[in-house]
């Protein structure tokens, strides 16, 4: 939940439709989770809002993302939840592979 707030100056953009932004992808864990943007024109005080929640990461480290005119949220909040697997008693039941599990609500 870090917030990064910087100023940039350009001439007068108007109404901000859609940016474009993204990262390198270099670097050991480049991955990152990019929540929202939210810009501000500090002439107007008019405020643009780019939702989005999810990575960028691997192939898609780059996103076009469309202005809305409302904050939100564009991921929910985590929950934690424990999961207990538990495995058979037979003989070589265990696995050195990797294991995964999908969970559906």
């Known amino acids: ?10 001439i007068e953009q108007g109404k901000i ?3 474009n932004i993204g990262h390198d992808n ?5 991955a990152w989770f990019l929540d929202k943007v939210v810009i501000t024109c500090q002439k107007t005080n008019e405020q643009f809002y780019f939702l989005y929640g ?11 993302l469309v202005a809305s005119d409302k904050d939100g949220q564009p991921s929910l909040p985590l929950t934690p939840y424990q999961i207990e697997v538990t495995t058979g008693d037979r003989k070589g039941a265990g696995t050195d592979a990797n294991v995964s599990i999908v969970i559906y609500g």
């Open 17 to 19: 439709q859609k940016i």
């Open 26 to 30: 270099s670097g050991f864990g480049a």
């Open 1 to 10: 939940n870090k917030v990064d707030v910087f100023g940039v100056e350009t």
């Open 54 to 64: 999810d990575w960028l990461e691997g192939n898609k480290c780059r996103v076009e």
